[in-house]
DNA sequence: GTCTATAATAGGATAGAC
DNA sequence: GTCTATCCTATTATAGAC
């Protein structure tokens, strides 16, 4: 048996890229092949339910992402302020400072959205909730810490559709600055 | 020759269902078809170029909406926060309290967005000036202009999408009471 | 303007050898 | 774990009759 020529984890960082850039149904296994170089019949050897199961992987990179850059950033021993910054920083770094597109909004289209919702809505709710525990370390009540967490990734998804739209990353990069100063003002406020 | 079965506008309009709702790729002619009551023959009687044609259809019949429903009610004679109301009310209504997707949006992705940018930059930057036009009409600086409007699109769009991944429309009506007292609140200040 | 039929290709998925 | 070959379906698009 040949050695694999890729270890899994490369397989499904590659995969996350091609299904984030081209959607669940852009993501074909033609392009998926080439991305990861390996044949189809590799592919499903180690994805057996083909595209729905890759789906999934990437939706499970999605989380890994955020649990390392989001949720344990959020959670440190730093200063809240200073834990929302490294959260910001990150989240340019994993958007490629707004030219990459999110995977919640690709697979949450069309008929992916019927296969993947439930993933797609655990994965956004890791992002709320790791927001919303920090907020209300802050001193913020429960129901206002929930919209303020809400207002945050809406921000940062619409940004990342509208820079796409016009093709300026500036957008992106503007909105994360201006998220930072909101959610700086709400904390001292509270 | 037989007599249209539906009326060209009618056809436009269901092409744009399919289109904000499966998105480019997920926009397959049977299912256009289907949703238009149409035989392949006479789709493409309609549209002799094809999908690219469709999908330009559907950004054209985006931007009538938009010079309808936004730009039109922010030029009117109503007060400034009267005009403001009712763009939200008709934003509202367009995306059905926030359950259907923006072409904004569908149409910037993968391959789309390379064969499409140029009339979804253009259909953005209608909004955007509709906005812009306003906020200066109140007082406001044109770059501070520019930044408040920009910030209004990019929340309608990312409230669409989180709404959407949570299957949840009161985030976007929440959005959008958020925005109009954002809104207000700018151009009182001025 | 619509119909039926069909071409031509691309898509997802599988079988069996090594 | 990878390869080559293959199957089947769906897809876009066209041709020609009415």
Redesign the pocket.
């Known amino acids: 048996?040949?050695?694999?020529?890729?270890p899994k984890d490369e397989v499904s960082a590659r995969l996350f890229g091609v299904f984030r850039t081209y959607g669940y149904e852009g993501?074909?296994?033609?392009r998926i092949s080439e991305a990861t170089g390996?044949?189809?019949?590799?592919l499903?050897?180690?994805f057996?339910g083909?595209?729905?199961d890759m789906a999934r992987e990437v939706l499970g990179v999605a989380r890994g992402w955020l649990a390392q850059n989001v949720v344990a950033p959020l959670q440190s021993a730093a200063s809240i302020h200073a834990r929302i910054k490294t959260m910001l920083a990150n989240l340019r770094e994993g958007y490629s400072d707004g030219s990459a597109s999110c995977v919640i909004n690709l697979l949450g289209l069309g008929e992916a959205d019927e296969k993947f919702h439930g993933d797609v809505n655990d994965t956004v709710e890791l992002w709320l909730h790791a927001l919303e525990r920090l907020l209300k370390e802050a001193g913020i009540t429960p129901a206002r810490a929930r919209r303020i967490a809400l207002d945050a990734v809406v921000r940062v998804e619409g940004a990342l559709v509208v820079a796409r739209a016009l093709h300026d990353k500036n957008v992106f990069l503007r909105t994360l600055y201006e998220l930072e100063r909101a959610l700086s003002g709400e904390i001292d406020r509270a």
Do not use: E, F, W
């Not at 048996?1 to 890729?6: F, N, R, T």
């Not at 390996?38 to 590799?42: F, V």
């Open positions: 048996m040949p050695a694999p020529l890729i993501a074909t296994l033609a390996l044949g189809r019949a590799s499903y050897h180690y057996p083909g595209k729905d």
